[in-house]
């Protein structure tokens, strides 16, 4: 008891420190994982090659990078692992 009160002042601030980082680690989780962000991503991407900002070249490697994070985003969430946002099945080529 003596011992906890004499280190006080250094473990609480490290426990309130350590609180801020298993949140931050948690938020940055949940939008890596986040489906519907990817989703929107590839929204995006398709909308730059429509009005010309990317060549087909590029749309290409990029959509191949998001069809890749959707797939490990989905595994992630059949595994269990809660996302940021709800559930919603889309039908998306693999």
């Known amino acids: 008891m003596l ?5 006080a002042p250094v473990s609480l601030p490290l426990a309130g420190f350590r609180f ?6 948690d938020l940055a989780e949940q ?4 489906e519907d962000r990817i989703r929107e991503d590839l929204l995006l991407l398709q909308l730059a090659i429509e009005e010309g900002e990317i060549d087909e070249a590029e749309y290409q490697v990029r959509e191949a990078e998001i069809m ?3 797939r490990v985003a989905r595994a992630h969430s059949a595994a269990g692992y809660s996302t940021a946002g709800p559930e919603v099945s889309a039908d998306l080529p693999e």
């Open 3 to 7: 011992l906890q009160l004499l280190t």
């Open 31 to 34: 939008e890596l994982y986040d």
């Open 68 to 70: 890749q994070r959707l």
């Open 20 to 25: 801020i980082l298993d949140q931050i680690a």
